[in-house]
Every structure is written in C-alpha cells, then in structure tokens.
C-alpha cells in the first residue's frame, strides 16, 4: 500500500473525483450525537452505565491487573474493551504513572494502510478493514485543551457475540501491532473523515488494478472486526462502494435497521448476523434476508474432527467430516434446528463446486477453516457457521 503523504492525498481526491476535502475542524464526528461518544473520564466516572467499565479505568493498578491476565493467559470477561500492553505504557518499575502521552502520540500517528488481506483469501482478492471490538478509545484532536480521549462503541447492537467474538482472542489479540493498528484506524477515521473516505477509495482501486493485471477479483469486506458506527459511517461506505462499482462489497452487520433503509448500490451484500441477544434481532426475516448464524457445538462435535498443519510457520487446525455419512448426518441436524427445507443445505465444499446462479437459493455449512465465500455469494441464503 502506498504510505500516506498529503501530496498523494490530493492526488487521491482528483482520481476520486476532485471532491472538497471537509476536515472535522471541532465538535463531532458527522452523523454522531453527544450520546454515541464519552470521555474516559466521564465513561469511567458515570455509575449507570449499561456497560462493564472495567479495563477502561486509567488507573496504573486496574492496568497492571489486564497486563497481568493477558501474560499469564487467563481469562478476562468479554465485556471489557481490550487495552493492550502497547497502547497503555506503564512508566515505572511500580506502574504508578500512564504515560498518556506516549498513547496520544501513538494513536494520532496516521496508519499507512487503511486496508488489510484476509487470511482465508481463496482464489480472489479479499481486502478488509477493521475496527477495535466492541469498545474503541480514541483520541478526540479537536476536543478543546489540545484534544481528549474518549470511547465509542463500535458494535452497538452486540449481543451474544460478545462471549465468543474472535476478535478479543487469538492473534487479534496476540499481536502487538494488530491492536495498534485498528486503534490508529478509528483516530483516523473520527478525527479525519474526509480524508479517510479518499485514502480508502485510493487504496481500494491500487489492490483492484493490482488483481486485475493477475486476472483475479477484488473483494472488499467492512469489519471483521466492528460494525457501521452510525448512519453518516454506513452511508460513507456506500458512497465508497458506488466509487468502485467493479469491487465487490461485503458486510456481515447487526445494524439490521439501518441497513435496509440504506440506498444499497448493487455491488454491496449485506449479511445480517444472526444472534437472540442483540436488539435487532428480530428485523431479520431469514426466509428472505442474507444472514449468517452460528451452529452450536452440540450439532456437530461428534461428526467432525481437526487435523493441525503449518501454514507460514503458523499452526492452524483443518477441520474434517469423518465421513461422507457424517457430511449428511450434519445437513440434516442444521434443516432440522434451524427449520429449513432440507435440499437447500449444502456444505462449503459443495458449494465450491456450483457455479454462482440466482439469489437466495443455499444455505451453506461453513467450518473454521473454510474460506468466507459463501458471505459474498448472491445466491446464498443463510451462512451456518461451526462455532470455534
């Protein structure tokens, strides 16, 4: 990806279009309400909020706590919006001081690349960006007194994802630089909007040419980790996919109602994910709806197995039927719990085989290991997907 200057940003914004560039010069980021962000101070002083404030406190012994459970691997509770080691800085051997000034620098350093690749690539070209999970802390550089930090919520409708969501564990987690990454992200995109919309659009058409030239397609997923912020956020990526009209967009979303009163230009996919805890939940007619569900382990543990190989020095685990009878016996205890016609229910790999036709037409199984595809496919209904 080509680093940010502001000679490449005006170069980007005449290729887009010659737009004006709008800085947010105080106040809110557009589209957001005094009621979508808070100060740390207030976030962790307020006693009636709905959320657990714990691991927000700027306290060195609350800090050293979350330090602490993350070196030694035990378990935190998933509420707690993930402060890791590199963002939060303990100054002395005692851990009495934060040095937040070392966080302002760190978060305001502009990110060289707005877009990252999946891992579960296949034979296309999948780009992604993301947020912070479930809570994001940035720094507000407009806020008066030379800037403030604040958190936002960047799942607002989280439900039930929030006990197993992959992003607050494994290498989401693990990697310094991962953390850090989607923290700059967030700062970048409230504090510089405008900016942000041109960066990506540049650096969505570089890696679409890029593909082109090696004869393959460019997909675009928004979030693996996060969700549309507010409406002005979704309707920017709208207007981003509009720009690039030969990517395809894609986004798995509980952001149900906004969603559907979106103008959805024709090469963006919502996914609606599926989860009883969340508030719009039941918005999401899946007889007609692109949604995606999570399959209890129950349904499947005894049917399927792993194997471990390496992939770039990394372990990962390959999951396996244990039999083409096992494959059946799991299509028909999905039809079954989830009440759907029974010839409708494919697994991936047979999904892999027929050619992309219709709309709305599978219902697909999808383990770990298996790439996102069915996510982007038209013709799938409903993603069923084996939970970790």
Request: aromatic share 8%.
């Amino acid at each position: 990806m080509t680093k940010y200057t502001k000679q490449r940003l005006l170069e980007m914004m005449n290729r887009v279009g010659g737009m004006p560039l709008n800085e947010v010069t105080g106040g809110l980021p557009p589209g957001f309400s005094s009621a979508d962000v808070v100060s740390l101070d207030d976030f962790i002083k307020t006693p009636n909020l709905e959320e657990d404030t714990t691991g927000v406190e700027m306290q060195p012994a609350n800090l050293r706590n979350i330090i602490d459970k993350r070196i030694s691997g035990d378990a935190r509770d998933r509420e707690d919006p993930y402060i890791h080691k590199k963002t939060i800085e303990i100054v002395d051997m005692n851990g009495n001081v934060i040095n937040q000034d070392l966080l302002r620098k760190e978060m305001m350093s502009r990110p060289v690349a707005l877009l990252g690749t999946n891992e579960k690539v296949g034979k296309t070209g999948i780009l992604k960006i993301s947020l912070p999970a479930y809570k994001g802390l940035y720094f507000d550089e407009h806020a008066p007194n030379g800037g403030e930090f604040k958190v936002v919520s960047t799942c607002l409708n989280a439900g039930d994802c929030k006990q197993y969501c992959f992003q607050q564990k494994g290498r989401s987690v693990m990697y310094d630089n991962a953390v850090l990454s989607k923290s700059r992200i967030l700062n970048f995109l409230l504090n510089h909007w405008e900016e942000f919309k041109y960066k990506l659009i540049d650096e969505i058409e570089t890696a679409r040419m890029g593909n082109e030239k090696k004869g393959i397609t460019t997909i675009m997923r928004w979030h693996d980790s996060g969700d549309f912020l507010s409406e002005k956020y979704l309707d920017l990526a709208m207007d981003i996919a509009r720009r690039t009209p030969t990517v395809t967009h894609y986004a798995y979303t509980k952001m149900v109602s906004l969603a559907k009163g979106a103008k959805v230009p024709p090469n963006f996919i919502f996914r609606f994910s599926v989860d009883a805890g969340a508030p719009e939940n039941h918005l999401i007619d899946k007889l007609k709806d692109k949604h995606a569900d999570v399959v209890p382990k129950e349904l499947f543990k005894d049917l399927m197995h792993t194997t471990k190989i390496l992939v770039k020095k990394i372990e990962k685990n390959i999951w396996h039927y244990n039999s083409p009878e096992s494959r059946e016996e799991l299509k028909n205890r999905v039809a079954q719990y989830y009440e759907i016609n029974r010839s409708t229910v494919i697994s991936f790999d047979e999904m892999t085989k027929i050619p992309e036709q219709g709309v709305n037409k599978w219902n697909v199984i999808v383990s770990p290991s298996d790439a996102d595809t069915p996510a982007h496919r038209n013709d799938v209904l409903g993603v069923y997907l084996l939970i970790h």
